[in-house]
DNA sequence: TATGAATGAGGTTTCATTCAT
DNA sequence: CATGAATGAAACCTCATTCAT
């Protein structure tokens, strides 16, 4: 159970939960967690304010369920076959590495709000992350272990799993970074396009995971 | 002039906004910007609150100050001959990456929580980081067109200021991320040491500089 | 029935109210009627909230149960043989008020949290107090009678049944001052060890029932 | 300075506080501390919720105020002519006390709401009651300690000052008992005249003090 | 200009009580 | 009858901002 999250799961006090999350999935796309009242949620879930605090032991017990919509949707992204990454044989590493910076691109612009929140409050309160954060970035990590895996001939780090977790972690910081803040932060420094972007993010993950170890 | 800082600077008012900027900095290096409020500034800086509002119209027009400390620590920083970069004719591009990214380091331990407030409110109020912000990234930025400059020959990228960017950029990002936030967030997949991480930043703009165009 | 009590009193109806009453028994030890709620109540007994609302009214119909619990625990210290009061004819009055005090003393050391309740309730809710409160006065305005009686020719209060209702609201009053806040309220200006507050207060009682009329 | 009160007493604040401790004192006169809620005290005082939190750090700083108010009350009654204890040479100790306790009667049932207050908080709160309650004890106890001086031939106590604190407690607890509560509590025994219950208060404190040690 | 007391909207949290199941 | 989820009024407290001195 997540922390400060009050048990029962049962009938009316189910639906309750979920008319809750789902309020709170509307309002985390709309505006940041701090700006979020309680009484603001109760009445978007459309239930009053002490049941809020009858599922949730307090204000900061919500904050792992910002992590539990962020991986619904993702999942709910990753479930469109459109999404699919497929691995032709024919193909080689650096524009399959542009097809995922692509997807990653488009997923940060349409839930910036969503996912700016996660990203903030998995460091401004890395004690209730809960265990659906490891999972988001456990199955991101697989899915960089099977591109690499793939593409074995191509990759010259010699250790794989450290190498997909570095291509992991780069990526996604510096898209992150650039897709969640756009022209603010470091990022107005680079001046370009969206495609360029992308295609300077595929060459940077290319370009670590082909280089000769020092 | 600053967004929304009130005129007038001579005599006692100079002096009363200095007062402040320093107790402000002493602030931003214990907590984050928001949860400093106005009657506690003014405390630090040893003067009312009403007189806060006389060099400041709201709250918000801190905001920029926090830029403007920010780069008055990078130039104190800069200004110590210890941290001097210097480029020898001898050295390679790799090594002289290396120790670029092991300051860079140093500098995010030492000053975690100033750079950490910077960088989200940079994120967070992109209306009002002001011009010491474009100051500080032009000043980073200059430092890697040198190295490149300095080592051309094993530079493939075409477009030099382009690069130069994107490597600050790539950097950056990357080892705030790191350095601020350590294990939580998605650094947490790394699980690498400190020297490794360095060392796997290096390579990374490494790779990107010498990496041909797609 | 007691004031807001709900008819029924059998069969299940009638264990849950002994569930309800050992439960509040129980937390009426451990803290102010007040801090207790009625959620904390229903757990505490292994009923639903909604149980107890079934069988009070609400929560003031609770207080006159306060004291129901104060008489059972009353009946059950006075059914101890270790605290008989045996009047022995070579007895004089002194030594047996002596005998009185400090088993008053030890009851109000044994039990202070409920009986700091009743007493605080019975002032603050004089209304609910119920029947109880009498049943209790009277028993122990009894007892005082009976050693008046017993030590006849040394008292020289003339009206019997006064001088017993005086000296059981002495010592009541006295004790449950001294007992319940120790040190703190007018008790502080004493400053004596319990075995003395116990003689001076037989002291006064015996001061008093032995002084003569105005 | 009284515990979680905020420094600062002059000119405009000093009249602030005023306000509020004339505001309380009148609630204080008209419900139990706890049903006052702070918006209502700063009402009363005509002032802003804020302004309050600026003198009191919360609603526990206000419990010493209770007894500061209390003791201005005592002061102002014991100003009054009307009521100065004249010991006459021809007078004897039992008069001297039946008019002490007429006295506390009176007082008693002017100011039943604030003294009960003032002694109900002594005992939940006694690490708040401040320098203001030892005060008021020491005062009434040397009120005592003059009364056994003057008739010092009638008095058998062979430690006057311990006579002395334990007549005040006695007197104290026994008339606050029933003046406060009246007819509930155990006072609800002794079914006597105001009148005849003074008296017997008196012959009680006579008593103790005339009766001859154990 | 400097001061800091005063303000009050706004936020979190508690808990007696109700009522659908 | 029993249950416990749902309710919302009401309390405490914070703090950016104003303004009389």
Redesign the pocket.
């Known amino acids: 159970m997540r922390q400060g999250e009050i048990q029962?799961e049962q009938?009316?006090?189910r639906?309750?939960r979920e008319k809750l999350v789902m309020g709170f999935a509307e309002l985390l796309r709309e505006k940041p967690f701090d700006s979020i009242?309680?009484?603001e949620l109760a009445k978007r879930a459309g239930?009053?304010?002490?049941?809020v605090?009858?599922?949730f032991?307090?204000?900061?017990a919500l904050i792992p369920v910002i992590f539990e919509v962020y991986l619904k949707m993702l999942e709910h992204y990753a479930g469109d076959p459109a999404n699919a990454l497929t691995l032709d044989e024919t193909d080689t590493l650096r524009p399959a590495l542009e097809k995922i910076c692509a997807q990653a691109w488009r997923l940060l612009r349409a839930e910036p709000q969503l996912i700016r929140t996660a990203h903030l409050y998995a460091r401004l309160r890395p004690d209730l992350v809960g265990e659906d954060w490891d999972a988001i970035i456990e199955a991101a990590v697989g899915q960089f272990r099977q591109v690499i895996e793939h593409f074995s001939h191509e990759v010259r780090r010699p250790d794989r799993d450290a190498a997909a977790r570095m291509a992991f972690y780069l990526l996604n910081t510096v898209m992150v970074e650039q897709g969640l803040y756009g022209d603010a932060g470091p990022g107005a420094a680079l001046r370009v396009s969206d495609d360029a972007f992308i295609t300077d993010c595929a060459t940077t993950v290319y370009g670590f995971l082909t280089s000769v170890e020092k």
Chains 1, 2, 3, 4 share one sequence.
Do not use: F, P
Not at 47 to 51: C, E, H, I, Y
């Open positions: 029962a009938g009316r006090s639906r309750t009242t309680i009484a239930v009053g304010v002490g049941t605090y009858g599922r032991a307090n204000k900061d």
